[in-house]
């Protein structure tokens, strides 16, 4: 089957009436689930940092909207508790409850072994995976156990269980989302809100293109691949859409892989872009080099 046939074979519909909140939802994997949430008709909130890019994304995904669907925006930081506060209260607007929140904002930095990372950076990063996932989740609980429950979405990695070496800071706020999208599954059951964290492998997006098709780096990820590519933004989006439906009722508590098979072998080896700043002693904790 081809991709066009299969593309062609997706129904849509069945979010009529529903509002949900895409953080980190200006570009990539968040336009994507974003886009696929409106086509099938839900009032969809997107926010995050630069305004210029959600307008970008919000006019994009305004043009595949069905169904009823809409979007609007907001700009803000997912590590500011007002902001956050100010967008889940503006998420809600649309429909006047909340029934929805995907965290996909998140980001990694400060590539190196751990006896070189700097405090600041590696702090930075907790922040902006687990923090911000946190905040949402605090703003958000209220409003959707008002609305009878709800579905909200940790977007984790398969950095957060399978070693990425010189990720930092990075693979340690992915495990920290899947284990409280774990929690709050726990805690907020009786509500009838369920909470799931999506592993993405390497996806295509804008922050992938900065590895290079024709380094190391690049082919340790497509040889530990089984189906032996990469993944597109929209593959995340069709299981964020699946479980922010009524279809995964009885999902949660569960990470989920969409990595074409990464996780079953083994994660990326960036030495290549490491070793050239820093030498190869330091890699296993010796001294940098010069």
């Known amino acids: 089957m081809t991709d066009q046939k299969l593309k062609g074979s997706i129904p849509t519909g069945g979010l009529e009436g529903m509002a949900v909140l895409v953080t980190g939802g200006g570009t990539g994997?968040?336009?994507?689930?974003?886009?696929?949430?409106?086509?099938?008709?839900?009032?969809?909130?997107?926010?995050?940092?630069?305004?210029?890019?959600?307008?970008?994304?919000?006019?994009?995904?305004?043009?595949?909207?069905?169904?009823?669907?809409?979007?609007q925006i907001i700009a803000g930081d997912v590590t500011s508790e007002d902001d956050v506060r100010r967008i889940v209260a503006k998420?809600?607007?649309?429909?006047?409850?909340?029934d929805g929140v995907i965290a996909n904002a998140g980001g990694g930095g400060g590539m190196g072994p751990y006896h070189l990372q700097d405090t600041e950076e590696f702090v930075r990063v907790l922040h902006l995976n687990v923090l911000g996932t946190m905040l949402c989740v605090k703003h958000s609980v209220p409003l959707m156990v008002e609305a009878g429950g709800g579905s909200f979405i940790g977007m984790s990695s398969i950095a957060g269980h399978l070693t990425h070496l010189y990720f930092g800071a990075y693979t340690v706020g992915k495990a920290g989302i899947e284990e409280m999208m774990k929690n709050a599954a726990d805690e907020f059951g009786p509500s009838h809100i369920r909470f799931n964290a999506i592993r993405p492998g390497f996806i295509a997006t804008e922050i992938m293109q900065g590895v290079p098709r024709d380094t190391e780096v690049y082919e340790s990820y497509v040889e530990n691949t089984p189906m032996n590519g990469v993944g597109e933004p929209e593959d995340v989006a069709h299981l964020a859409r699946f479980l922010m439906g009524p279809e995964s009722r009885w999902v949660t508590g569960c990470a989920i892989n969409v990595d074409g098979g990464h996780s079953l072998r083994r994660g990326p080896n960036f030495a290549q872009f490491v070793e050239p700043a820093i030498g190869k002693a330091a890699l296993s904790g010796g001294p940098v080099k010069g």
Do not use: N, Q, Y
């Open 29 to 71: 994997i968040g336009a994507a689930c974003a886009a696929r949430l409106a086509a099938d008709g839900a009032a969809v909130t997107i926010c995050g940092r630069t305004e210029a890019k959600l307008e970008d994304a919000a006019k994009r995904i305004e043009a595949g909207a069905g169904h009823g669907g809409r979007i």
């Open 91 to 98: 998420s809600a607007e649309c429909t006047g409850g909340l």
